[in-house]
């Protein structure tokens, strides 16, 4: 006899238990497990005896997979080349980054294609919104805005003939019957819920904008992100320009894309070319930094590795990093005082990813070290050399990964050396390139910077370069 197995389901997200429970421990919701139809072990037998809906794979029809170009090239790339019809899309960034900006300019592009978006918004006022678009340039007629935060309404007016939809914000929306004020778990999620059915009965991608905390979270605890396709970050500093779009969630697409925007008089520009961007402001002659090529998503970026070290005055030398994983750069640290005899215990030790970017693949590691020994020896870097690779805690070297893309970027930027892992290195193909091949991460100093390890800089570090 084929065996039964009793299962509990939680109503709230559909969290599955073996065991009863008092609370659910994906949603913590009380009291939502409910008993589950008993599933069967063996519950083979002919497919003509499958209850009406339930079908096998190769006959479900493809559906319209065709996705709409946002005109935004950037914007596209992150959204895994364009948006699908019935996605939900949650663009989420601290208020202030340009997010409506993008938004409208991207409803714009969309309209270029022939697609009609509707705007909700629940924070501006239309007479705003017409004044953000004719400082963006953008055809007025083709736009279509609505001023309303009452979901039903939203409902209403989205039946209407459009082929996009955007929300402008979520915290914004409320379902009169709930009663608890907007912005609310229980209103964030029915809001979201409801514009989403919406969107996939339609088959209209469907955009929602939502704030983040301080904290870095998406208000109303993360629960907008399992009932979206796609969640995408949009991160930028107040006082620069520059923009990082970047996937953080993408059903439809590969995640960790990184679209890149500059924020100009007149709207967020793409930038062609953000490895010029994040180099491009680099000392000559400095000491203390070194170009690496990461990879973010399936696109490689030089970026700019900054490091200060000089003679500390209080007991605990301060260490601090800003782009970087502070963790990571205290190991390091640690390996070159152990490995390689560096003297870093009364250095403060400050690193820093120039133009505000961040890294966070292991293969910056190695021009970590070297960024570290330049300042720290107040000796520059040679301006064509890039440096990459892992930094293991005995002091070898490991692979990067994905070289030959890495290195065809610094060609292309006209970098003329690269030091990293000598397998690795001699396995790839890289004719601009000159290769310094290393083993042991103390190695980096005769074969990059030309210096013994132990000879410290004039006047005690500091960096006057
Ligand atoms: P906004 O899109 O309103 O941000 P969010 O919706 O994420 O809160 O953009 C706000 C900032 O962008 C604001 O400080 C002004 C700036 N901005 C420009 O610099 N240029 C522009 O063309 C526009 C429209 C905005
Ligand atoms: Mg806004």
């Not at 939203?154 to 608890?180: C, K, Y």
């Not at 469907?206 to 399992?226: C, D």
């Not at 925007?261 to 793409?270: A, H, K, R």
């Not at 491009?280 to 590795?305: D, F, K, N």
Request: aromatic content about 4%; some cysteine; charged content about 25%.
């Amino acid at each position: 006899m084929a065996k039964t197995r009793l299962r509990y389901a939680c109503s709230e997200c559909g969290y599955v238990s073996p065991v009863m429970l008092g609370r659910c421990p994906e949603c913590q919701a009380w009291a939502s497990l409910r008993e589950m139809a008993p599933e069967t072990a063996k519950a083979k037998g002919p497919k003509s005896a499958l209850k009406e809906g339930v079908q096998s794979l190769d006959l479900v029809p493809k559906g319209e997979t065709e996705r709409v170009s946002t005109g935004m090239k950037e914007l596209d790339r992150v959204l895994g080349g364009g948006m699908l019809p019935g996605a939900v899309i949650l663009l989420s960034g601290e208020p202030g980054v340009g997010k409506s900006t993008l938004l409208l300019q991207a409803a714009a592009g969309a309209a270029k294609n022939g697609m009609r978006l509707l705007y909700v918004t629940g924070e501006e006022s239309p007479a705003q919104v017409r004044l953000r678009a004719e400082r963006l340039g953008l055809p007025l007629e083709d736009l279509f805005v609505l001023a309303e935060t009452e979901v039903p309404a939203i409902l209403e007016a989205a039946s209407g003939p459009f082929d996009v939809l955007a929300v402008d914000s979520v915290q914004t929306l409320r379902i009169p019957e709930l009663g608890s004020p907007a912005g609310s778990p229980t209103q964030l999620r029915e809001s979201a819920q409801l514009l989403s059915l919406l969107a996939k009965r339609r088959g209209v991608p469907l955009w929602l904008v939502g704030h983040i905390t301080k904290e870095g979270s998406i208000a109303g605890p993360k629960i907008l992100e399992h009932l979206v396709d796609t969640v995408l970050y949009f991160e930028g500093e107040r006082d620069r320009p520059v923009r990082v779009l970047r996937t953080f969630k993408n059903r439809f697409g590969a995640v960790n894309e990184l679209g890149i925007f500059e924020m100009t008089g007149s709207g967020l520009g793409e930038v062609e070319n953000p490895s010029g961007l994040f180099i491009a402001e680099r000392a000559h002659g400095s000491s203390g930094s070194c170009i690496t090529p990461v990879l973010e998503g399936r696109r490689p970026l030089l970026m700019e590795i900054q490091a200060l070290v000089s003679p500390s005055f209080i007991p605990m030398p301060r260490r601090q990093s800003l782009g970087a994983d502070p963790s990571r750069v205290g190991l390091l640290a640690a390996v070159l005082e152990k490995k390689v005899g560096l003297r870093l215990f009364d250095q403060d030790l400050f690193v820093n990813v120039a133009g505000g970017a961040r890294v966070s693949e292991p293969a910056a590691d190695l021009a970590i070290v070297a960024a570290i020994s330049s300042s720290f020896q107040d000796n520059p870097l040679p301006e064509d050399l890039v440096v990459l690779g892992e930094v293991g805690l005995a002091g070898e070297i490991r692979r990067a990964g994905r070289m030959e893309e890495r290195l065809k970027e610094a060609g292309r930027m006209g970098f003329g050396r690269v030091c990293g892992h000598k397998g690795e290195l001699e396995a790839v193909k890289a004719p601009k390139l000159k290769k310094i091949g290393i083993e042991r991460v103390g190695e980096i100093f005769q074969a990059a910077i030309g210096l013994s390890p132990f000879r410290k800089g004039k006047k005690g570090g500091s960096d006057n370069g």
